[in-house]
């Protein structure tokens, strides 16, 4: 529907406008060559090429570009809000795909990066260090538990997640151990749209069906959605584990709420016993945390709800602010130890053009620093208590559930859910269901009033089909 792909492109006489006018490129211009001659419109309207926003060049992320309507162009943003080109503001109900924790165009964020911008903005990452990044592992360090010291920089949360995916294979190849080419993880998975991330989703994943032949070897275990489904889960995993255990590389979840498969939730004591029986084989453990970490499931990271410390933690999303990609897989002393050889061949020899980018080393410090303030913490626990508060209110919906800023229910079905969030658009309102499921996930800066006004209008769109 029209509402589903919220373009970043910017206003008429914007950069990317003046780009858009240039570069809607075909083929060399006959009459200077070398250069890129512009492609006359009704010529790609007369082959039936759906025009989309006014340019043929852009192809967007989790999109039919044949039948995907013109997409909104937004201007700028202004904390839980964005604002189009003609002004209309629109209520960021899921936070631009989870990122944004603090509000958009937050001006702290915005002058450190203007700052780190004028000093440094990439050097490269191998034989060089710099303070921002420095700076950001040892505020990190400060929040983790002790044993999670240990910081490789990537790019974003698919790549944090094959950083750790490659580490826990090789960590066993530099010992010696060859056969541990099978990873567990839990049904419903998503882990991110890289080969490795995709492959460790599992073969049932919905989303990577296309590409399942190229996956590594996996077993899922069954997700928990009742006590007895906890304890038949179980006896699977354990009844799995006796044949194969030492055939397993590493479990990965994440824990508590699972985002991409509708923000499942499930309880921690159950994922404190999977763990448990997992590393009775020396499985090592990786938890991916690019969703729930930095406050999303009312504490900083949904580990601190458990009493697991894993061996691998996978960050990124909210860790800059929701202003620029970056990722963090930070690991225990024992798999660094296992890369750490006179050997270069032991090395863990994976590395990105951009990796430690200072610029978004330095926003993510001052991300840090605002998220642990005390009125972002209040604003957080805020969201918790009016996800409660409304949702015991909301009729016509099914599995009401909440963590900390996540909430969640079902509809009847994903054409109804689509056609709330059609009608919540119109309302300046946006929401991106999953499926039949409708959630809530918004930047901690949204006011009592916004949250109430959403929950009001999603109820009102229900109860009028």
């Known amino acids: 529907m029209w509402y589903q792909g919220l373009s970043s492109v910017a206003s008429v006489g914007s950069p990317i406008e003046c780009l858009r006018k240039h570069l809607c490129v075909k083929c060399p211009s006959p009459k200077k060559p070398g250069l890129i001659s512009r ?12 025009e989309t926003g006014g340019c043929m060049s852009i192809w967007r992320p989790f999109t039919q570009e044949k039948t995907a309507p013109n997409q909104v162009k937004i201007a700028r ?47 490269i990452f191998a034989g060089f260090s710099h303070e921002p990044a420095e ?4 505020s990190l360090e400060r929040l983790l538990p002790q044993q999670l010291r240990h910081f490789f920089f990537s790019d974003d949360g698919s790549t944090a997640v094959e950083v750790a995916l490659k580490m826990a294979y090789q960590y066993f190849a530099n010992q010696g151990v060859k056969n541990r080419d099978t990873y567990i993880n839990l049904e419903g ?36 959605g009742t006590l007895d489904d906890e304890e038949s889960a179980l006896f699977a995993l354990r009844t799995f584990l006796a044949k194969n255990g030492d055939k397993v590389c590493s479990l990965i979840v994440e824990p508590l709420v699972q985002g991409a498969a509708g923000m499942r939730m499930y309880r921690a004591e159950f994922l404190e016993k999977v763990v448990a029986d997992v590393r009775k084989y020396g499985i090592l453990v990786i938890f991916d945390e690019v969703m729930t970490g930095f406050f999303r499931t009312g504490t900083m990271f949904a580990m601190n709800q458990t009493q697991v410390i894993p061996d691998f933690l996978c960050i990124s999303k909210g860790i800059t602010g929701g202003f620029l990609p970056l990722g963090l897989t930070v690991s225990v002393d024992a798999v660094y130890e296992a890369f750490y050889s006179d050997e270069p061949s032991k090395a863990f020899l994976h590395g990105h053009s951009y990796t430690a980018n200072p610029i978004s080393c330095a926003a993510a410090v001052k991300s840090l620093e605002i998220l642990q303030r005390n009125n972002t913490q209040r604003d957080i626990q805020r969201i918790a208590e009016l996800h409660t508060k ?23 079905s994903a054409a109804l859910a689509q056609e709330v969030a059609s ?12 499926g039949n499921t409708i959630y809530f996930i918004p930047p901690y800066c949204i006011s009592s009033d916004d949250l109430a006004r959403a929950y009001v209008q999603t109820a009102a769109a229900l109860r009028s089909m």
């Open 135 to 138: 700076a950001l592992c040892s």
């Open 77 to 123: 943003g202004e904390g839980a809000y964005l604002l189009d080109e003609h002004g209309k503001r629109y209520l960021d109900l899921i936070s631009s795909w989870w990122v944004n924790t603090l509000g958009h165009a937050n001006e702290e964020i915005a002058d450190a990066i203007a700052f780190q911008a004028r000093s440094l903005e990439h050097v």
């Open 39 to 50: 492609i006359d419109h009704s010529e790609l309207q007369s082959r039936q090429i759906v």
């Open 423 to 434: 009608r919540l658009f119109d309302q300046g309102i946006f929401i991106r269901p999953i």
């Open 189 to 224: 998975a998503y882990h991110g749209d890289t080969f490795g991330a995709m492959g460790a989703s599992g073969s049932n994943s919905s989303y990577h069906a296309t590409f399942k032949s190229f996956f590594f070897n996996t077993y899922s275990v069954k997700f928990p």
């Open 390 to 412: 409304h949702l015991a209110h909301l009729s016509h919906v099914q599995n009401k559930r909440s963590l900390g800023t996540i909430a969640a229910f079902e509809v009847d």
